[in-house]
C-alpha cells in the first residue's frame, strides 16, 4: 500500500481482555515507532524498531505492553489484561532511518477498554 | 515532564487571518522541529519542519519562525481557510533518538468562514 496501515480501527475490549494491534509500515521504511495518543493530548512515544531490532521501548506504560517486529516488517502492539486507562488511539509511524526524514503516521487504532 | 510546551490550546480565527502557535522546548539535544496537521478520525501527517541552523522556513502559506537562544518556535497560518480547521501539534527529536517524536499538547484551530 500507499501508506502506513493499521488495523483493527477500531477495538473495544472488556477490561482484562488481552488485545493485538496490528501495523504494516511503508515498504522498505527501516525504523517503526509506536505511540499512544489520549483524547486531547499530543501522541506519546511507546516503543521504536530499527528493522526486526526494538531499540528503545523506554515509553511503554507497563508490563503489559509489549511490542514486536519479528521480520522487520510488519508490527504487532499487545496490551495483555487491558485496563480502562489503556484507552486512546495507538498510532504507528514509519520512516526511513537518516537523520531528520519525516515519520509517516498510519490513521490509528482506536481501543477503548469497557 | 512535559518537554515541548504548545500554547494555546485552542483558537479561533476568522477567514484570511493568520493563526500563531507557538511552542517552547527544554531539551537542548533537539535539532529537528516539524509540525504535524492532524483532522479528526487521520494520523498526523507532516506540515513543515525546521532545523535550528536557519531562523525561518516557509512552504506555501505555511511559516515556521525559530528563535534557537530562547528554545522557543512557532508556526504561523497565512491567509487562513476554513479547510486548515484542524488540530496542529509540534514536535521535537534528537539526532540520535532515530526519529522518535517528542509532541506537545496541540492546538485546536478552527477558521471561521
Known amino acids: 500500500g500507499a501508506g502506513v496501515s493499521q488495523s483493527p480501527r477500531y477495538k473495544v475490549a472488556k477490561r482484562g481482555q488481552d488485545v493485538a494491534l496490528r501495523c504494516d509500515p511503508i515498504?522498505?521504511?527501516?525504523?517503526l515507532f509506536w505511540y499512544q495518543q489520549a483524547l486531547g493530548q499530543g501522541p506519546e512515544f511507546l516503543t521504536y524498531?530499527?528493522?526486526?531490532?526494538?531499540?528503545?521501548k523506554s515509553g511503554l506504560p507497563s508490563d503489559r505492553f509489549f511490542a514486536e517486529r519479528p521480520e522487520g516488517s510488519v508490527s504487532t502492539l499487545k496490551i495483555q489484561r487491558t485496563q480502562q486507562e489503556d484507552s486512546a488511539v495507538y498510532l504507528c509511524a514509519s520512516s526511513f532511518i537518516y537523520r531528520n526524514t519525516e515519520a509517516f503516521f498510519g490513521q490509528g487504532t482506536r481501543l477503548t477498554v469497557v | 515532564q512535559q518537554q515541548v510546551k504548545q500554547s494555546p490550546q485552542s483558537l479561533i480565527v476568522q477567514k484570511g487571518g493568520i493563526p500563531i502557535i507557538n511552542c517552547a522546548y527544554e531539551?537542548?539535544?533537539?535539532?529537528?522541529f516539524p509540525w504535524y496537521q492532524q483532522f479528526p478520525g487521520k494520523g498526523p501527517a507532516l506540515l513543515i519542519a525546521?532545523?535550528?541552523?536557519?531562523s525561518e522556513k516557509k512552504e506555501g502559506r505555511f511559516t515556521i519562525s525559530f528563535n534557537k537562544s530562547a528554545k522557543q518556535f512557532s508556526l504561523h497560518i497565512m491567509d487562513s481557510q476554513p479547510g486548515d480547521s484542524a488540530t496542529y501539534f509540534c514536535?521535537?527529536?534528537?539526532?540520535?533518538?532515530?526519529?522518535?517524536?517528542?509532541f506537545g499538547g496541540g492546538t485546536r484551530l478552527m477558521v471561521k468562514p
Open positions: 531539551n537542548t539535544a533537539f535539532d529537528y
Open positions: 524498531f530499527q528493522n526486526e531490532a526494538q531499540l528503545d
Open positions: 515498504s522498505g521504511h527501516v525504523s
Open positions: 525546521i532545523r535550528p541552523d536557519v
Open positions: 514536535a521535537a527529536s534528537e539526532d540520535n533518538a532515530g526519529n522518535m517524536l517528542t
